[in-house]
């Protein structure tokens, strides 16, 4: 048995495209470089290095043989930047008839995400054959302008990373297209404040927020955004953008414990637009549509007393519960206040009857009507009131079950509205066939199940 090692070695270092080509006495690689030319590498010592350079080729892209071959001496084939194919044996160059990209089309899933959605991208390929064809994200080159924006995933999916405007160029098929994500912040973040007509915010957390990195140095903190490096210590209005000094337009300070910086130094570090919402004595940090909000201490108090005429109206009211918190279906709960926390989103207050206390999760005043108002989650009325079903009956629905012989209404409670619906005649008969979006199938004759498809 013969045992060694395997020993790396550098061929080139930059290469676009290279080729294996059994040859003798040596086997070579064709090598393609970025600036369009190919290379051939040499015999024995010299096979690991690019010898000689192959005439007549220029602004190639890559390269390719028969998958027949033994050797090059058919020659080989080769794709320019256009598109095109050539087919190169003995110096000479010949055109080959093949279909070529002449459009590409990329989507984002979403155009303009929140930080940590998963984005979906989609390649296509438009030959001048008609053809479409589908290209794998992880054949396609891809370049992200702010890479501290957008993570890209082993498995080809996007992630935002940051709040701010970046644009993903794709290259495939010797052409480019180019698309621009705006990712905006889900939340609010907090504790912002006005001092002296200059708006403060907290460092850390807003520097993060817009996908940068924090971190202590030299007795003062260095924020980096990709190429851009930002160095400033509290209580000095001295700071060095890019190695380049600046004045802040306000002093660092502490305040509970939060490092405050003027929002206006993102002007000039990352051409972010900052202003102050005196109503709701805010700061808002925007990169045209993406953009991140920083509440102050007054925020909440300022919501809560604007929103509150139109919310008050659901305090006191009682709901059932269809699907909300994994509560149990069609118990009774009571609305004993909606609150606004300190990011200006609110929590519905609820009590069952048995005195228990239910709080919701963080919404914003339109969830907290979309709430009330989609039935799916809470019910304005008592089912077991309005429909005087058997227990078998209230047992199916209330685990979400569908049978032979039971009404549309039972269905519905059961499984919720349908994705679709289609009506058909035959036989005599209204068939009325239900179509929800998993899939699942259930068809009525006068209005009672006659086909259910899982």
Known sequence: MITGRIIPVTVAQNAVHIVYVSNEPTDLLIVTLK?????????????????????????????????????????????????????????????????????????????????????????????????????????????????????????????????????????????SKSVTVSSSLRSNLKYAKQVNGNVMVPARTIIQALGGTYSAKNGGIEAKFGENVLSFKAGSSQAILNGNPIRLKAVPLTDKGELLIPAAVFSDALGAKISWDAKWKQADISFGDATLTVVSSETAGLIKKAMQGSLVKFIGRTYWVNDFEGLERFSKLKVSDILPDDKGEFNVIFTSTSGKTVKSYPMRSSEVMQLFADRSSLLNYDPYQKYKWSASVWKQIKAGQVSLGMTKEQVQLSWGNPAAKDITTGGGKTIETWGYSNFDIVSFVNGKVILIMM
């Open 35 to 175: 600036d369009g030319t190919v290379w051939t590498t040499g015999v024995y010592k010299d096979r690991w290095k690019l010898k000689e350079q192959v005439s007549g080729l220029s602004g190639i892209v890559r390269t390719s043989i028969d998958g027949n071959a033994t050797d090059l001496s058919e020659g080989f084939y080769a794709q320019r930047a256009d598109g095109s194919w050539i087919h190169h044996k003995g110096g000479q160059n010949k055109p080959v008839d093949v279909p070529v990209v002449k459009s590409l089309s990329i989507s984002i899933s979403d155009a303009k995400p929140f930080v940590g959605d998963t984005l979906e991208m989609s390649i296509q390929e438009t030959y001048t054959n008609g053809a479409k064809i589908k290209v794998p994200v992880k054949d396609a080159r891809i370049d992200i302008e702010k890479p501290y924006l957008m993570n890209m995933q082993k498995n080809g999916t996007l992630k935002p990373a940051g709040v701010g405007k970046t644009q993903i160029t794709v290259a495939s098929g010797g052409l």
